[in-house]
């Protein structure tokens, strides 16, 4: 498997797609709207397609033009459409209130993982001058964004969008590092993000549900 | 033998569809049991065939089976046949007293055989990235089980436990990433790449850095599958929420599908590393584990909390022992696994039928079990013992190989910190367990089951079980000890 130059064309897109997604996911992180985070969320993962399209233009790779069109399909479009209708519409969920810490406090945070991801991922393991020295420390930084949204929002649903960055991540690590997964896998990573969502949607709409009612019952009580 | 691999992956589900075809859960449960009994007799029969250690190895490594996976996949379908055998009168009696509807029966069965298919599978995979896959797979299907009944509670739980682990097994994916990125100085072929055998086969190979960033997250990634602390915070809610038997399934099968896939990792990094990074790992996760499981079992409460910081603080003692390394100390991690899955799966069946009877999970409203149910609380007293490692049960035996392995290994404080927090287990353990059992029962204690037949039916597994931990204790059969030497020799440290 070669190596990808940082400086040729693809090498240069695949770079600035990798920008993008770390920027996206810091616009995830900084916002408190439900709305927003699904937008950011599909954006990231269509940037995510074109990125799997550059990597398989320059890989030749037929497999990685699969996993492009899958990206775009389930992780660009069903998904954030089914988390519109599914979660913020149908939940009527507006602003993001359950947060454990201040918005500038996790995006100090935030920036201070970035320079982490970079300090654990740039020196030693990876070539100078390959594509993948570039984004690996950017997907790392993606993963751990993920992973702080998770931690600092409370509610369901934003963790939820925090899971899909984290992967998101990976799989941008995915297209540079290795090129290809076998297919089988790749469908089945696929396969599992899906069955995944669907059972957390499952999930999410009963707590939502239960916790309606027994603030409802509340109400009741505490009348006249 | 390729037919028989998949037989014991497939057997399991029979009783999804059982539940499919609209059976009952009377007759949903009796398909799930035989299924579960196939499964299992097909396990030990690869494990026959397996004969002098080579593997089975089909469809460019997809299918892999060996000493060790088989060795997991007989443990993981022997509690599937035993949780599957005590769900029959468990979850008819919920039915019958209304407190879950067909439909959630159906869901129950469905989901319960596909996990267990699901983790059979993982364990006969020789790809790490398909081993992903079905890892993270059989976490969605639990997932199902543990929020089945619905409450507040349980979906929390659920929720709780398909959140954490999906993002613990999205972190190992990142581990499998950078362990394919620390091979690609070997110019390997896109499907050979991830396949186990031939990463272990040419382990010298592989770039150093990586790999260590590579086996790093997946022990933290699987380990919270494992229930490894501090990734460990799922594991006690879930268990307290889920159907008892599957509680079981949980417990004695799921954590030790995650520390298989930890082994694998294992015997990769071993192979480059050398021993001393694996073991540093290993140590500091297993004694986090260790404490917390031990420390949060002094608090009385739920006893199905109590029972699954017990298997916290198990994982951690196989995770201690794989750091001991060793013949020995793969030895005694190998035998704790099975020893353990069958204790806790006693124990998880056993309170499912003591929440029946007594309507509770509190330990401290459960009074006189040995009186009331005596087969339940003896089944219970007998594996409280046997957990906590005492003679003549399978735990003392592998317990005592594990702190052995630790004086040959390492420097001394390690075994006797570990006997020290054992015996903190003991104490915290059995003051609850003894309290359950002993006393004056409550004067109406309805039972919850239709027949004397379902009686006998909750009573079969506890009593199988029990059986083979005392066998286990007393002598370890001819073909489990060479299935054992194969295994070492398979991990290969």
């Known amino acids: 498997m070669e190596n990808l130059d940082a400086t040729s064309a693809a090498g240069v897109l695949l770079d600035l797609s990798g920008v993008l997604i770390l920027l996206l996911a810091f616009a995830c992180l900084a916002s408190k709207l439900f709305n927003r985070y699904v937008v950011y969320y599909g954006a990231q993962s269509v940037v995510l397609s074109f990125a799997a399209a550059t990597a398989a233009v320059a890989f030749r790779s037929v497999e990685l033009w699969i996993l492009a069109v899958l990206t775009l399909a389930i992780k660009g479009i069903a998904i954030p459409l089914a988390a519109r209708r599914l979660l913020v519409t149908r939940l009527a969920l507006k602003r993001d209130a359950a947060m454990s810490a201040g918005l500038s406090t996790s995006l100090i945070a935030g920036g201070a993982l970035t320079a982490f991801a970079y300090l654990v991922t740039r020196p030693a393991l990876l070539p100078h001058g390959t594509v993948a020295a570039a984004v690996v420390p950017l997907s790392t930084a993606v993963i751990l964004l993920g992973c702080l949204s998770m931690v600092v929002r409370r509610h369901t649903v934003a963790q939820l969008i925090g899971w899909l960055i984290v992967e998101n991540g990976v799989f941008l690590g995915a297209i540079t590092l290795v090129a290809t997964f076998p297919f089988i896998v790749e469908a089945g990573i696929f396969l599992d993000i899906v069955a995944g969502v669907l059972i957390m949607v499952v999930f999410v709409s009963g707590l939502t549900r239960q916790l309606a009612e027994a603030s409802a019952a509340e109400l009741r009580e505490l009348r006249g | ?493």
């Open chain 2, 1 to 493: 033998m390729t037919a028989l691999a998949i037989l014991v992956a497939l057997g399991p589900l029979t009783g999804p569809a059982a539940a499919l075809a609209g059976a009952r859960a009377r007759l949903a449960g009796a398909a799930q049991a035989a299924g579960a009994a196939v499964a299992f007799g097909c396990s030990l029969a690869l494990l026959a065939t397996l004969d002098g250690g080579r593997p089975l190895y089909a469809w460019d490594g997809f299918l892999y089976v060996d000493a060790l996976g088989g060795f997991f996949g007989m443990t993981v379908a022997a509690v599937t046949l035993l949780a599957a055998t005590g769900s029959i009168s468990y979850v008819a009696a919920q039915e019958d007293g209304g407190e879950l509807s067909g439909f959630q029966v159906r869901l129950y069965y469905s989901f319960l055989g596909l996990f267990a298919s699901l983790m059979l599978a993982a364990l006969e995979t020789g790809n790490l990235g398909l081993l992903f896959v079905l890892i993270e797979a059989s976490t969605l299907a639990s997932a199902a089980l543990v929020g089945l009944e619905g409450r507040a509670r349980s979906l929390e739980a659920a929720w709780k436990y398909v959140i954490i682990s999906s993002l613990g097994v999205t972190i190992a994916l990142a581990g499998t990433l950078f362990l394919f990125y620390s091979g690609s100085g070997l110019h390997l072929g896109s499907n050979l790449g991830l396949t186990w055998p031939y990463l272990v086969a040419h382990a010298g190979a592989l770039a150093p850095q990586s790999l260590r960033l590579a086996f790093l997250l997946a022990v933290v990634g699987y380990g919270t599958k494992v229930g490894l602390a501090p990734m460990h915070t799922w594991l006690p809610d879930a268990h307290a929420e889920a159907p008892s038997p599957a509680s079981a399934m949980l417990s004695a099968a799921l954590l030790n599908t995650g520390m298989y896939a930890i082994i694998r990792f294992l015997a990769i990094a071993h192979g480059r590393l050398g021993s001393t990074y694996p073991r540093a790992v290993l140590l500091s996760f297993g004694f986090a584990s260790i404490i917390i499981g031990a420390l949060f079992m002094v608090r009385r409460g739920n006893f199905k909390r109590l029972f699954a910081y017990s298997s916290v603080e198990h994982m951690g003692i196989i995770a201690v022992a794989l750091g001991f390394g060793g013949v020995l100390g793969l030895y005694g991690a190998l035998l704790q696994t099975l020893n353990h899955a069958l204790a806790k799966a006693v124990l998880f069946l056993s309170s499912g039928d003591v929440s029946l009877r007594y309507q509770t999970r509190e330990a401290t409203r459960v009074r006189g079990l040995l009186t009331a149910v005596p087969v339940t609380g003896g089944a219970l007293l007998l594996a409280t013992f046997a957990v906590l490692g005492s003679p003549p049960f399978g735990l003392f035996l592998s317990e005592l190989t594990i702190v052995r392995a630790g004086f040959a290994s390492a420097s001394p404080v390690f075994p006797l910190l570990l006997l020290a927090l054992l015996g903190l287990a003991f104490v915290a353990f059995a003051r609850t367990t003894t309290g359950m059992v002993t006393g004056s029962p409550p004067d109406r204690l309805a039972s919850p089951y239709r027949s004397r037949a379902a009686v006998a039916v909750t009573a079969a597994p506890l009593v199988l079980g029990l059986a083979a931990l005392l066998v286990l204790g007393l002598w370890i059969p001819i073909g489990l000890d060479t299935v054992l030497r194969h295994s070492i020799v398979v991990i290969g440290l």
